[in-house]
């Protein structure tokens, strides 16, 4: 294996800088940062998420989608490398279309409740719009691989189709928005 972290502390951020993956210092509020560390943010609420107990399935591939969202954040702060292809979107395409085959169209949104492991869920689901955000406002600024856009737009949308899963597995209801109440 490379290079191992041995001294966790380097006090080379102590000014507001941190270091791209090559090398380059930038502030540490850059649209950069923000990107990959909101998709860390992600990353830490999938796996507040996988705390719960969840079906083998739904379990197996939440622990995929955290290594893809490890290599994102290392593609989002190491300029011009290419990590997300097309073949991982059409991964989380085929997981949600499966996911989703069996449950109800939907008439009405749906209000983020249920059970904790649906309502972490719904929570990761927000998380994964923040982040998609954060990469467009970075995209309008640099050219980076937009398969990684694509991803967490799809990524959402498995999140909101999981946590409708999960409601129904744990004998949940969902509790649909009403305009007027």
């Not at 923000?34 to 739904?58: C, F, Q, R």
Request: glycine share 8%; proline share 3%.
């Amino acid at each position: 294996m490379g290079y191992r972290l041995s001294k966790i502390y380097t006090r080379t951020g102590d000014a507001g800088e941190t270091g791209l993956g090559d090398g380059t210092r930038i502030d540490k509020d850059s649209l950069w940062v923000e990107a990959y560390g909101t998709v860390d943010e992600l990353n830490s609420v999938i796996g507040m998420l996988l705390a719960h107990e969840l079906p083998i399935k739904i379990n197996d591939c939440l622990i995929n989608i955290q290594h893809d969202l490890f290599d994102l954040g290392g593609e989002l702060c190491m300029p011009n490398y290419q990590i997300i292809t097309a073949a991982h979107v059409t991964r989380l395409e085929n997981i949600l279309d499966e996911f989703n085959a069996d449950l109800p169209p939907l008439k009405n949104f749906i209000l983020p409740s249920g059970t904790a492991a649906t309502a972490t869920c719904h929570f990761a689901r927000t998380v994964c719009r923040r982040a998609e955000r954060r990469v467009v406002s970075l995209i309008r600024e640099v050219k980076i691989n937009p398969e990684g856009l694509k991803y967490l737009n799809r990524l959402s949308d498995l999140l909101f189709v999981l946590a409708r899963v999960l409601s129904r597995i744990n004998g949940g209801t969902e509790v649909l928005w009403q305009r007027e109440r």
